[in-house]
């Protein structure tokens, strides 16, 4: 009992922005339907390893990862009260940060390779806020792509010697050994996350690491990026654009992911091909490329709003 109060009230901060900060962290109902027909797909021995379903998860990996991604300078610019002259300037460093990452794809794959998945670590490790450590928060992101290294050790070395070429095989061997140190804290987040009452969201990560070690990487990154982790930034970013009708932000969204897609078109055609490989490696390419930009204007706008936290704590 005093293991989960004290869990509680450090986990109790306002809910301003994904919703980990309170208890009860809701799980999307399709979360669960999509994990459950995959498994008994698989356990039924129709395999989810095939051309076919590759190529589709890649697909749905771009498409329904990128919406929560689109809204950032509609945030920052909310959230900052900008002018509208500001906003374009930050804009302008917006794409300015896609276009390094774009060009560090060109000049220097492995280290954009290792980059990307330090972003991922650093931006999965937002959804634990029941760590009170940064470095176990960014732990616990990088077990998303750990437990995927270690229990699909060939795929994953295939799929980053798709990406940055030879040489990325020594990334997926630093992957499998940091593995057990990230699954352990994992473990330790989700006993916190238990001890707070998000009991549905500690099981749907869970299953969502069952996934990532069990099935291919692109489908198991697919349950989790998509169904799980997407999710609750979008209910975050409804919070943060109270002002914005559902209409609003279907139209932005869909501008805005329209727009990376005809940008992958030019400088990642290999996400339209037939090629479940190249599909996959062009995904997590333009994924990393919007990464790095979302990664740190999200940064920039989380210590903003823990500054004016703590005035308001101050004052009271």
């Not at 109060?5 to 986990?11: D, E, G, K, N, V």
């Not at 997926?172 to 699954?183: D, E, K």
């Not at 299953?207 to 169904?227: D, H, W």
């Not at 990376?260 to 490329?289: E, K, R």
Request: charged content about 10%; aromatic content about 12%; glycine content about 8%.
């Amino acid at each position: 009992m005093k293991l989960a109060r004290i869990a509680q009230l450090s986990w109790a901060r306002p809910n301003d922005g994904a919703g980990t900060h309170v208890q009860g962290v809701p799980v999307p109902f399709f979360f669960w339907l999509v994990f459950a027909g995959i498994a008994l797909a698989e356990l039924s021995g129709a395999s989810v390893a095939g051309s076919l379903s590759l190529s589709l998860a890649a697909a749905l990996m771009l498409i329904g990862g990128l919406p929560h991604g689109a809204f950032d300078i509609a945030i920052a610019q909310a959230a900052l009260r900008l002018k509208w002259q500001i906003a374009a300037l930050i804009f302008g460093a917006y794409i300015g940060v896609a276009g390094l990452m774009l060009a560090l794809w060109h000049l220097s794959p492995i280290s954009a390779l290792a980059l990307f998945l330090a972003f991922s670590a650093i931006h999965f490790g937002d959804d634990w806020d029941m760590l009170d450590n940064g470095l176990l928060r960014t732990m616990a992101g990088a077990s998303v792509i750990c437990v995927a290294a270690f229990f699909n050790p060939a795929a994953v070395s295939d799929l980053f010697l798709a990406m940055a070429g030879p040489g990325a095989e020594w990334i997926q061997r630093a992957l499998v050994a940091i593995a057990p140190v990230a699954i352990l804290v994992t473990i330790v987040g989700i006993w916190q996350a238990v001890a707070a009452g998000s009991r549905a969201w500690a099981l749907a990560h869970i299953c969502a690491l069952i996934g990532l070690a069990y099935f291919p990487p692109q489908v198991g990154f697919l349950i989790y990026f998509v169904f799980l982790h997407s999710p609750l930034h979008m209910r975050g970013i409804e919070r943060r654009l109270p002002q914005w009708s559902r209409l609003e932000l279907w139209l932005y969204g869909g501008v805005i992911c329209a727009s990376c897609l005809i940008g992958a078109y030019i400088f990642a055609p290999g996400f339209f091909s037939a090629d479940p490989m190249q599909m996959s490696s062009a995904a997590f390419q333009i994924l990393s490329v919007v990464a790095a930009p979302h990664l740190l204007l999200s940064q920039v706008l989380d210590r903003r709003q823990n500054a004016e936290r703590s005035m308001s704590g101050s004052a009271g």
